[in-house]
């Protein structure tokens, strides 16, 4: 097959480059120019969107003996991804750039336009399994990335290769060593690329601006602070809430809701952050009835029993232990044991079993 | 291999190469005192008169250096320090809009950290700097103009500047006049002499010789303040050893491309315009950019734009068919940017994204206008459905 390999100057699409050629497919390596204006030189961890992160790529790409090109998608990365990361936000969710991206930039705009120039599929190197139409988690748990490609369609995977699902991060750093890619000991990129040092807070801040609202303790119903955006808050955060006053238990609290349009943050005790339930837009869901399966709500969470079943234009999911730490705008990816049956992007929580939170208009039914 | 990308690098000429290697073995600073210097240095100064007598320009106005981007930079800021230490008030920075990266990047550095005011002269639809142009620019203020720059030749779409003209507007007002002439040298006449420019770009790998070895051509008595300190080995604005092989090879490609130019000339146009020809009627939708073929455009360049196309697609898919060619213009991280040559041109941003230069050389023959026309109709096919799937054709007046 002629196929593109997607290649971020990092150790996994490398090492996916060369298995690519091994497997006797005729690759030629593209590095994606995401950022607007990329710095010369990686200051953090960051690893995929500096010149140098294009060079290591293309020093990978000279290694293997196969083409290189760099493809500027800028202007689609900061449509599809940064501003709706920003609306999101803005709208009281917690997006996830890097499902978005998959969903939007990597298995669309490149795919596509591979497609249109001939090629057969992009590679890349996520750890994830897939063969067939069925993806599967990596061999290496600590690694797993089928949860980012969880909401990626069929017609989608169809034209995807990920050559590392079976292979461990450390072996495949000794992989590379062998193969004599020098991004071999690469630190692992982390965090959002597009927010350099890692203050999401800030960069919202910058953003948007200064947009001034009441902290509202959930028990109580008393407004207990005052913050400047509520777009600087996720649900789940504990930190940084800088509350006048304890609550009445001793307890911290946590932010349990936001509600843009008030600019209302809502905060309260650990117990009501947990989610029992979940309503999601159906991005992958071709199952009728109800499914016993695992959920995964966040990328390195854990997944916990649950049963899934679309109602309507909805994905309807209930969780057999309770979930802390997820959010609006997240995806939720619902697997058979190591295999992805699909999954959405959240809408709504359920709120907890106490019913302690005003979290999300409605329950899910069943 | 098809390549078409000569203006970017040519290969080495045989007696270039043969030079190199023979000066190559030698050991001798040309500096020094002693026999292998003086041997050294024989080969420098032969060398120097040889240049000299292709370029129609005196062996002591022969400043060699590391290549063009040094003798522009050289250029630039040399005289723009010399000029403005005479006379304070000359600030201003006249150069056409479409120069390459070396000249621009310099000017606008000027700008930034020197108190430069850069004024871009603009050019005709072809890539032309007009000399009325230019004169009104320097009218507007004359006593503060430090140096005029304009290439003689455009490196993109090959369109040739009336550079004579140019330099008596500018010496009307005793203004210093430089030119880029590294795409000129070898692919049409080039007289120091008779051109009036006070300096002069020459690079070595354009016209046959090694990359990282270039001149600067620099009439006698002009105030040049220099780029680096060091022993002055070269009229006192150059310092640094000098690299004998590279010289010595430089000169001997000068020598015969100049020689060979008329003939060479007259074959590579044909060659070009039956490239344009047969991919104009395999394309009948592309656009020919700069000038009309004739003594104002380079024998060896064809730039097209193929409406509806991204240049990268295009070059991806030729790539893959073994056909080497440009879009003519990249950033740093590789990433293509719409050409700056095209857009002062007044072509629109898409059609600039999807145009091509193919160039021609000493080694190019009708295989390969063949082995182009072959696939380009394909090539653009698919280049255009994937330049549909962002736009693109929606964008493309031509």
Not at chain 1, 270 to 276: C, K, R, S, Y
Not at chain 2, 88 to 91: G, L, Y
């Given at each position: 097959m002629r196929v593109l390999a997607a290649m971020s100057g990092g150790v996994d699409s490398a090492v996916a480059a060369a298995r690519a050629v091994d497997a006797g497919h005729d690759v030629t390596g593209v590095h994606l120019a995401l950022a607007k204006s990329p710095e010369?030189?990686?200051?953090?961890?960051?690893?995929?969107?500096?010149v140098e992160d294009a060079r290591d790529a293309r020093r990978a790409a000279d290694v293997l003996g196969i083409p290189f090109y760099v493809w500027d998608l800028a202007d689609r990365f900061e449509q599809d991804v940064i501003d709706e990361f920003v609306t999101a936000y803005e709208a009281g969710r917690t997006p996830n750039p890097c499902v978005r991206c998959n969903e939007r930039i990597k298995f669309a705009a490149v795919l596509d336009k591979a497609l249109a120039l001939g090629f057969d599929a992009v590679v890349t190197g996520h750890h994830a399994q897939l063969s067939g139409a069925v993806l599967r988690r990596s061999v290496d748990p600590d690694k797993d990335q089928s949860y980012v490609l969880g909401t990626l369609r069929p017609e989608q995977l169809a034209h995807a290769i990920f050559p590392l699902g079976d292979t461990t991060k450390t072996e495949v750093r000794a992989e590379a060593a062998r193969r004599g890619l020098a991004v071999a000991d690469k630190p692992d990129s982390h965090d959002i690329c597009f927010i350099a040092d890692g203050d999401t807070g800030r960069w919202l801040r910058e953003r948007l601006g200064s947009r001034p609202g009441p902290v509202v303790d959930?028990?109580?119903?008393?407004?207990?602070g005052e913050h400047d955006g509520a777009f600087a808050f996720t649900i789940g955060q504990r930190r940084g809430l800088r509350l006048g006053r304890p609550a009445p238990d001793g307890k911290p609290r946590y932010v349990l809701d936001i509600a843009p349009v008030t600019a209302t943050v809502t905060v309260g005790p650990?117990?009501?952050?947990?989610?029992?339930s979940l309503v999601a837009d159906p991005v992958v869901w071709p199952y009728e009835g109800p499914v016993v399966c695992t959920a995964q709500v966040r990328a390195h969470g854990r997944a916990v029993p649950a049963t899934a079943q679309a109602v309507g234009d909805e994905l309807h999911v209930r969780l057999d232990e309770p979930v802390r730490g997820t959010a609006p705008g997240q995806a939720v990816v619902l697997y058979d044991g190591d295999r992805v049956l699909g999954g959405g992007h959240i809408r709504r929580l359920g709120a907890g079993e106490s019913g302690s939170g005003p979290r999300g208009a409605g329950r899910p039914g069943f | 291999m098809t390549y078409l990308d000569h203006a970017a690098t040519t290969p080495m000429r045989p007696e270039a190469v043969a030079a190199y290697t023979a000066a190559l073995a030698e050991a001798g600073n040309a500096s020094s005192l002693h026999a292998s210097g003086r041997r050294a240095r024989r080969v420098v100064e032969e060398s120097r008169e040889a240049l000299a007598a292709a370029l129609r320009a005196r062996p002591s106005e022969v400043v060699f250096t590391a290549g063009g981007t040094e003798s522009d930079n050289l250029a630039i800021k040399g005289l723009y320090w010399a000029r403005r230490a005479a006379a304070?008030?000359?600030?201003r920075v006249l150069v056409s809009a479409i120069e390459h990266r070396a000249i621009l990047d310099a000017v606008f550095w000027l700008a930034e950290a020197q108190d430069a005011q850069v004024e871009l002269l603009p050019v005709d639809a072809t890539g032309m700097v007009h000399p009325d142009v230019l004169a009104a620019a320097i009218a507007r203020d004359p006593d503060s103009v430090a140096l005029v720059s304009v290439m003689w030749a455009n490196n993109e779409v090959g369109t040739v500047s009336p550079i004579a003209e140019l330099a008596a507007v500018a010496h009307g007002y005793g203004i210093a006049f430089h030119t880029d002439a590294v795409q000129a040298v070898g692919s049409i006449p080039v007289s120091f002499e008779d051109s009036g420019a006070d300096a002069l770009t020459v690079s070595a790998h354009k016209l046959g010789g090694p990359i990282g070895m270039g001149a600067l051509l620099v009439r006698r008595g002009l105030a040049l303040a220099p780029l680096t300190h060091g022993g002055g080995q070269e009229r006192d604005v150059r310092s640094g050893t000098l690299d004998t092989p590279g010289v010595a090879a430089f000169a001997a490609a000068a020598t015969s491309a100049v020689s060979e130019r008329p003939v060479e000339a007259e074959r590579l146009a044909a060659l070009r315009d039956d490239l344009v020809a047969r991919v104009l009627a395999a394309v009948p939708d592309a656009v020919v950019n700069g000038a009309?073929?004739?003594?104002?455009?380079?024998?060896?360049i064809a730039h097209l734009t193929f409406p509806g196309c991204e240049g990268d697609s295009l070059l991806l898919l030729l790539d893959a068919h073994g056909i080497e060619c440009s879009t003519g213009s990249a950033c740093s991280a590789g990433v293509a940017r719409p050409s700056h040559v095209l857009l002062a041109m007044g072509v629109d941003e898409a059609c600039a994204r999807g145009s091509l230069r193919f160039s021609l050389g000493r080694t190019s023959e009708r295989a390969d206008v063949d082995a182009l026309v072959r696939v380009i109709m394909p090539v653009v096919g698919r280049a255009r459905r994937a330049g549909a799937l962002s736009g693109l054709s929606g964008r493309s007046g031509g």
């Open positions: 010369s030189h990686r200051t953090g961890a960051r690893g995929c969107c500096t959930a028990v109580t119903g008393e407004t207990v650990a117990e009501a952050l947990d989610v029992h | 304070p008030r000359r600030h009309p073929p004739g003594p104002g455009l380079l024998p060896g």
